[in-house]
């Protein structure tokens, strides 16, 4: 099976960084991946689709980007609702494995 | 508006079983796939199975594979999950979400709110 290594596990920024998050997969997956963002208690937020498409309504200072098998989402000025577990999924095929997740805190 | 109601969490003793609901509105259920994608306390987003639109094709993580059985019911705009010889490294909280498209290798674009199941002696 295809793993998804995401990295760093947490991170600690403050209001106005730029930030960068990756996941590598062990195999090629095209650009079949997608990101998401968690806050305890709120169910997950698609924020990226196709490695590099933004959701409708996720503010613009969200991007992904792809460069064969490793995939950023960058967040390109921290804001304080920003503070949450940021996670990546390839879906090209089953099965539809997640990163281990990134911990985003807001210094 | 899409909205995704998840139902049938609770305890369970080990090697018992639950079954999970999930009633979705919003949007015309028996064209997307679906998925469950659960979280264990303290760890990361794990997927666990996958339908098709029609139902006809299925897909399970190697962890629930053999023990769990997703279904859906087009009519009722219903999701299933039924969880047979449960562990307790299966008490998370579990997610119903819907893929953007008609077949299982997709993204999830809504997610319902959860429902906690907690397997216990």
Avoid at chain 1, 4 to 25: E, H, K, N
Avoid at chain 2, 34 to 63: C, F, H, N
Wanted: aromatic residues 12%; glycine residues 10%.
């Amino acid at each position: 099976d295809i793993q998804m290594t995401q990295s760093p596990a947490s991170l600690s920024a403050s209001i106005g960084d730029r930030v960068t998050i990756t996941c590598r997969a062990s195999q090629v997956v095209g650009h079949y991946v997608a990101w998401y963002q968690h806050k305890p208690g709120i169910p997950p937020k698609l924020l990226i689709y196709g490695a590099s498409i933004l959701q409708v309504g996720v503010p613009s200072r969200f991007s992904g980007s792809r460069s064969g098998t490793d995939f950023n989402l960058t967040i390109s000025s921290l804001q304080p609702e920003d503070g949450a577990t940021y996670y990546c999924q390839k879906y090209n095929t089953a099965p539809l494995s997640f990163g281990g997740g990134t911990k985003a805190e807001i210094k | 508006e899409v909205q995704l109601l998840e139902s049938g969490g609770g305890l369970a003793q080990p090697g018992g079983s639950l079954r999970l609901s999930c009633v979705a509105t919003g949007f015309t259920f028996n064209i997307y796939a679906m998925s469950w994608v659960r979280q264990a306390p303290g760890k990361g987003l794990e997927w666990v199975s996958s339908i098709s639109d029609d139902g006809a094709s299925t897909y399970y993580a190697d962890s629930v594979q053999g023990r769990f059985i997703i279904s859906r019911d087009n009519s009722k705009n219903t999701l299933f999950l039924q969880m047979n010889s449960l562990r307790a490294e299966d008490t998370a909280v579990y997610y119903c979400a819907k893929a953007r498209d008609s077949f299982f290798e997709s993204y999830n674009d809504y997610w319902g709110q959860g429902t906690l199941v907690t397997v216990s002696s």
